[in-house]
């Protein structure tokens, strides 16, 4: 019911960019006439290494940041604006310190003056629940916190509104490497819940094998190469034990290797 | 209890120097008869203090409540300040250099003219203690305002937060540690800011608070008297600065407390 009331009914949307390019005054160009589909509904991840812009097209994609030239279509229109229907979990927590946890999972329906102050605070608490942290934990402090139950936190906050395009900017990538393993399986378990669109940023190859269906690899400002990955959801964690599953990461690294390595930062 | 504990273990090692000090100044003037017009012993200034207890008593009340609706208004005024900053750079860029000029302006040299606008009463040195105790506010606040993390101004330009929202969720509560610094600086400013208000205003008016006791008791060479009211003065800032980490754990607890700006007690 409760769930019901605050679900968001529209449709996953594609994303599309075409001609995307940005550059700044001090690194120079930064996305390079990049050309970008992303099926509705999908997990596709952003890999490449730090610096080649991956993460600037997420914050583009977002409406975080402005576009030198070129376009994004979300769902087929031009997003004005930041978007409402897209949420964004950053690197770090980035959660209000002065505000419990489940106070900063309701911090987005607050600012949307959403649906009641009751209602609302039991869906923080579903959603809290739902990325695995128990009730005992929604009145604490976030310096009360592990980083990867604040990272959980951070996630539930981004779901609260329930959007359909759901972006990651190198999520886990501050955590050790059994939470990385940990907070992939319940990110997959959210996808199969909703099916929504998810964009994800990262650098760890096995975690982007794992996640998604297809993997865009990033050099230099431009998508060098689409990767499909041939494995059916829903993923077990045994995956990553499979030969194949290796093999690909393995094919996916050399790929990086082979390239010319040109100086991160211009 | 615990807490209790900590504060003599750290206090003890301070309260040693001051016993010491006093130690020395008393041999001093004693081994080598000093006047006490020049510097009066310890115990003479004790005594002299004694003495005059309900003088001073009264002078350390008028001075204190002077210094406190003094920062309060610098509270108030400067944080106001502060949030006009923080809403548009082009307003920083103008009006920012006043503020400077509010800072570096000698006081002892304006005092005369504000007894002559507003005379020789409780309002001009409440005056003269809100321009000295304002900067630190207006500058601390107005820092804190805008000094707000990348991530989590990406965070409210993802939720489409209305310039309302973003102030009174974000920036404001994120600035509090800021308020709090400031709060320490000005708040002995403030006891400053008042002592030289009286010294001015003491001299034409019916005023007793410490300023106006120490300039008459200065004129009759009361050395010991004078040092008295210094420590009652001293006593002041102390007292205030105290009430503002207290304000800061108590009042402003879910601001400063677990947030990288105070440890938890």
């Known amino acids: 019911m409760i769930l019901s009331e605050s679900q968001n009914n529209s449709p996953a949307p594609n994303v599309d960019c075409s001609q995307l390019t940005v550059s700044f005054p001090k690194h120079g160009i930064v996305l390079d006439e990049l050309d970008m589909h992303v099926q509705s509904g999908t997990i596709v991840t952003l890999l490449g290494p730090s610096g080649c812009g991956k993460s600037t097209l997420l914050r583009c994609v977002a409406g975080l940041q402005d576009a030198t030239r070129g376009e994004i279509r979300i769902g087929g229109v031009a997003p004005q604006g930041a978007q409402s229907d897209i949420s964004f979990v950053f690197q770090d927590p980035t959660l209000l310190p002065w505000r419990s946890i489940r106070e900063n999972v309701l911090l987005p329906l607050e600012l949307k003056r959403h649906t009641s102050r009751t209602v609302s605070r039991q869906r923080a608490s579903e959603i809290l629940t739902t990325v695995g942290l128990a009730s005992a934990h929604h009145k604490k402090r976030p310096s009360e916190l592990s980083g990867g139950m604040k990272m959980r936190a951070s996630i539930a906050r981004a779901l609260v509104t329930d959007p359909s395009l759901l972006l990651l900017d190198e999520p886990f990538a501050a955590l050790d490497d059994m939470l990385r393993s940990k907070l992939n399986e319940l990110l997959l378990d959210l996808w199969a819940k909703r099916k929504r669109t998810i964009l994800f940023v990262t650098h760890n190859i096995a975690e982007s094998v794992f996640l998604s269906h297809r993997i865009a690899l990033l050099m230099n400002g431009k998508i060098r190469e689409w990767i499909d990955v041939p494995f059916e959801h829903p993923r077990q964690p045994e995956l990553r034990s499979d030969p194949t599953f290796m093999k690909l990461c393995a094919q996916i690294a050399s790929r990086f290797a082979s390239e010319p390595t040109q100086s991160q930062n211009p | 209890m615990k807490s209790i504990l900590q504060f003599l273990r750290n206090a003890w090692m301070p309260a040693v120097v001051f016993l010491g000090v006093v130690a020395i100044w008393q041999i001093v003037v004693i081994a080598f008869k000093i006047h006490p017009i020049v510097l009066p012993s310890p115990i003479a200034v004790l005594q002299s203090g004694?003495?005059?207890?309900?003088?001073?008593?009264?002078?350390?009340?008028?001075?204190?409540?002077?210094?406190?609706?003094?920062?309060?208004?610098?509270?108030?005024?400067?944080?106001?300040?502060?949030?006009?900053?923080?809403?548009?750079?082009?307003?920083?860029?103008?009006?920012?250099?006043?503020?400077?000029?509010?800072?570096?302006?000698?006081?002892?040299?304006?005092?005369?003219?504000?007894?002559?606008?507003?005379?020789?009463?409780?309002?001009?040195?409440?005056?003269?203690?809100?321009?000295?105790?304002?900067?630190?506010?207006?500058?601390?606040?107005?820092?804190?305002?805008?000094?707000?993390?990348?991530?989590?101004?990406?965070?409210?330009?993802?939720?489409?937060?209305?310039?309302?929202?973003?102030?009174?969720?974000?920036?404001?509560?994120?600035?509090?540690?800021?308020?709090?610094?400031?709060?320490?600086?000005?708040?002995?400013?403030?006891?400053?800011?008042?002592?030289?208000?009286?010294?001015?205003?003491?001299?034409?008016?019916?005023?007793?608070?410490?300023?106006?006791?120490?300039?008459?008791?200065?004129?009759?060479?009361?050395?010991?008297?004078?040092?008295?009211?210094?420590?009652?003065?001293?006593?002041?800032?102390?007292?205030?600065?105290?009430?503002?980490?207290?304000?800061?754990?108590?009042?402003?607890?879910?601001?400063?407390?677990?947030?990288?700006f105070e440890s938890e007690p």
């Open chain 2, 50 to 260: 004694w003495e005059r207890r309900e003088v001073l008593f009264r002078g350390a009340w008028i001075t204190s409540l002077a210094a406190l609706v003094g920062f309060v208004t610098s509270v108030l005024v400067g944080t106001l300040i502060a949030i006009l900053f923080s809403q548009s750079a082009r307003i920083r860029t103008a009006l920012y250099p006043y503020v400077i000029f509010l800072q570096t302006v000698p006081i002892v040299a304006i005092a005369p003219l504000l007894i002559i606008w507003s005379g020789y009463n409780f309002r001009t040195i409440v005056l003269v203690t809100v321009i000295i105790s304002v900067f630190p506010i207006i500058a601390n606040v107005t820092a804190g305002l805008i000094s707000i993390d990348k991530n989590l101004r990406d965070l409210f330009t993802l939720y489409s937060a209305s310039r309302w929202q973003t102030l009174v969720k974000l920036r404001i509560p994120a600035a509090i540690p800021h308020l709090v610094i400031g709060m320490r600086i000005s708040c002995g400013l403030a006891v400053v800011g008042a002592i030289i208000g009286e010294l001015f205003v003491g001299s034409g008016g019916t005023y007793e608070g410490l300023g106006t006791i120490m300039t008459k008791w200065q004129a009759r060479n009361l050395t010991s008297a004078l040092i008295a009211a210094v420590l009652v003065s001293t006593i002041i800032g102390v007292a205030f600065f105290v009430g503002v980490n207290l304000f800061s754990r108590t009042a402003l607890r879910r601001w400063t407390v677990g947030t990288n």
